[in-house]
């Protein structure tokens, strides 16, 4: 049962426009989402991350917002750079504990 | 510098071999993780730890273990009753305090069992 989902394997995007990957979870009990990059034979790096509390937030070129009613959060990045192409993960925190769920993960590149 | 080591990056076994990924961390962080990741699939949990001496399995422990008898390390032993043991593995930690659940990852150690 994948509790997160990453609908879109992969988005290509053209450089200075807008990319828009997009996370799908079901469990009402996740309180607070995470969005990780990671390239080729490396670790993920954190991103940005949002409470449930609120419903957007912005880290210079990324914002991340959440529609807790339709259980999907988005991550935005404006203006989209080359150095951007990598993978992006969502990952969610259940109420409790420390564990974090990872989605698929969705392959961004951004041409030039 | 704080942050997190995996070694070796590169690891090759024979079938039937158990063999161990190392794991440290001088973030001074209270908890750490094992994921592992296949090709075209997300992070999956093998195991985790909250505090030294106790660990927890994820979603995947079977033909794993683990010991956390050092706050700064969390060796992962990849034995021979997992089934797949071929992939690419993570180790991360994390602070446990209140709103904030960033983890923070290594490097990861690729392992090649043939």
């Known amino acids: 049962d994948q509790q997160v989902k990453q609908n879109s394997p992969s988005l290509s995007v053209q450089e200075g426009r807008i990319s828009i990957l997009n996370c799908d979870y079901t469990?009402?009990?996740?309180?607070?989402f995470l969005w990780y990059k990671k390239y080729p034979a490396e670790g993920p790096t954190f991103l940005i991350s949002?409470?449930?509390?609120?419903d957007k937030n912005e880290d210079g070129r990324f914002t991340v917002f959440l529609n807790k009613s339709a259980k999907h959060l988005s991550l935005h990045i404006v203006p989209s750079q080359p150095g951007d192409s990598a993978v992006y993960f969502c990952?969610?925190?259940?109420?409790?504990?420390?564990?974090?769920?990872f989605g698929e993960g969705t392959q961004l590149t951004v041409n030039p | 510098d704080g942050g997190i080591t995996q070694s070796p990056k590169y690891l090759f076994r024979k079938e039937g071999q158990n063999v161990t990924l190392s794991c440290e961390q001088n973030?001074?962080?209270?908890?750490m993780y094992w994921y592992r990741q296949d090709p075209g699939q997300g992070l999956r949990l093998i195991y985790y730890?909250?505090?030294?001496?106790?660990?927890q399995k994820g979603d995947i422990a079977e033909g794993y273990s683990v010991s956390r008898e050092k706050k700064e390390s969390f060796p992962l032993t990849v034995t021979s009753a997992q089934k797949n043991p071929t992939a690419f593995y993570l180790c991360?930690?994390?602070?446990?305090?209140?709103?904030?659940?960033?983890?923070?990852f290594g490097p990861g150690t690729r392992l090649t069992v043939t």
């Open positions: 469990n009402s009990m996740f309180d607070y």
């Open positions: 990952a969610a925190r259940e109420t409790s504990g420390s564990r974090l769920t």
């Open positions: 949002i409470s449930s509390i609120k």
């Open positions: 730890s909250q505090i030294v001496n106790d660990f």
């Open positions: 991360a930690s994390s602070a446990v305090r209140f709103n904030s659940y960033e983890q923070y």
């Open positions: 973030l001074n962080h209270d908890a």
